[in-house]
Structure formats: structure tokens, C-alpha cells
């Protein structure tokens, strides 16, 4: 019986993950008991394969830290920097070797988000807020300073690149969906704010409305998704024509968010509760 014939070059674009170390040993391991691959050819392809696509998520999170920095972004100074977690996240998803540009751009939205809402949550004065928030909705960030202005810097720097790299694929300006896009997004973290510091309590109806925006689901993935080969039509990034699926990955993102939340919150009360009662 002749050797099967098992197709380096289509091998190559198939995808693994970013985590090959497991799937390549078991693979090796797997078919080197096979009489009818030839072995040494089918290590040094797994191995090289290896090396290959290891090396396309380290120039891409490279390239991504140095975005990170040049921003601003890496050293605010308060909340989470999640740069590495964020391509993580998002690497792990995709295929290999394609879409490294729109791995990229899927994580600058995540690390954007991140950034921001944790300047809505933590660090802003209600002032900061509504200066940056009326800042994305003018798209001018003449009256901000300090954290709102790197902010806002790395937000209009985003939506250039993607707003420019659909208009070469597709000849359409998407600049103006892009940009009220993430005005929602602010706006319902400016909702969430005003809430937090005036001590209001929505209704569920008024809370999840507003949350499954401020969750920023479909801010993060409709943009990239439009530069795939089937792009989205652009009337899809409207807030007020989103799919169904769109608004249940919304409504889902936001309702598994606030589970883990209140799981961490609950487990953070006991322990302090538990410390409490040995102290006392």
C-alpha cells in the first residue's frame, strides 16, 4: 500500500491555536504509529509548523505592546492592563495565518474598552466623563486633557485604520457608523456613571437596555467582522438596525459579565467576613 498522501501545503493553513505544544505532541505521538506516513517528514512538518505560527503571534503581540505604549495606554496608571489577555483572547479564536489584521484590531477595540470603562468606573470626575464622552460624539478632543485625551487618541486612531482599510476593500466610508458606534458605547458608560454617583437604582428593564451597550460586545467584534471576506453590510453597524444575533451576543455578554462579577464580589465578602470573625 502506497503512503497517504497528506497535503503539507494545505496542512500548513490549517488552524491550531495559538497553544500548539499539547496538539502538536499528540498529533506526533498520534500518527508516528501510523505504518503508512512517513515519519521523519511528518515531525519536521509538525515542528516547523510549530515554529511558523508561534512566530506570527509574537510579531503580532509585539507589534500590538508597542501600539499599547505609543498610545498611552499601557502606563494610565489606574484599572487594568490587559494588552497580553486581550490578543490571548482573541488569538486563540482565529485562524492561522490569516486575519493577523484583524486579530490585531480586535484586540486594540478590547484593550480600548477596558481602558475606558475602567476610567468611567474608577478614575474620571463626572466632569472628565462628560468631556470625553462629548468629545467622541463631536469627534473632536479640543476641551480634554490628561487620561481623556489618550483615551480619545487611541479611540480616533482605531477607527481610522479600520475606516480606512474597508473603504481600500470595499470603496464605502463606514467612518461615521464607526464613530456613533462608540459614541453609544461612551454614552451608556456615562448613563452607568451618573447612575453609580447619584446613588440611583434603574429598573432591570432600564438596566439591561443600557447595559447590554455599555458591555461593548458588538462595539469590539461588528468593526473587524466587516473586514472579513464576507464583510457585513455597513447599515448593520446601525444601533438602530443590529441583527438579532447581534443584540443576543449583546444581552449575553453583559448577563455573563455580571455573573462572574457577583461570583468574585460574593467570594470577596465572605472571605472578609471570615476574617473578620477571626480577628474578632
Known sequence: ??????????????????????????????????????????????????????????????????????????????????????????????????????????????IIVIVADDFFDFEGSLEDLENLTEAVRRWDCMNLRGHGKIIFGALENLVTDIARIYFQQHRKDVMKYLQNMWYQTFFSWMIEARWSKSGYVPSIDEYLENAMISVAAHTITLPPASLMNQPLPKYMMRCDQYETLTKLLMVSARLLNDIQSYEVLDWNLIEKNCWTMKVS
Open 1 to 110: 500500500m502506497k503512503p497517504a498522501s497528506f497535503g503539507w501545503e494545505r496542512h500548513l493553513s490549517i488552524g491550531m491555536g495559538p497553544w500548539l505544544s499539547y496538539r502538536t505532541n499528540t498529533f506526533i505521538d498520534f500518527n508516528l504509529k501510523s505504518p503508512y506516513l512517513h515519519k521523519d517528514l511528518l515531525q519536521q512538518l509538525a515542528v516547523e509548523n510549530y515554529i511558523f505560527r508561534q512566530s506570527i503571534y509574537e510579531n503580532e503581540l509585539v507589534m500590538l505592546r508597542r501600539w499599547s505604549k505609543e498610545s498611552g495606554l499601557t502606563h494610565m496608571g489606574f484599572g487594568r492592563e490587559k494588552t497580553t489577555y486581550c490578543y490571548f483572547a482573541i488569538a486563540t479564536s482565529s485562524k492561522l495565518p490569516y486575519f493577523s489584521e484583524i486579530r490585531t484590531l480586535l484586540a486594540r477595540s478590547a
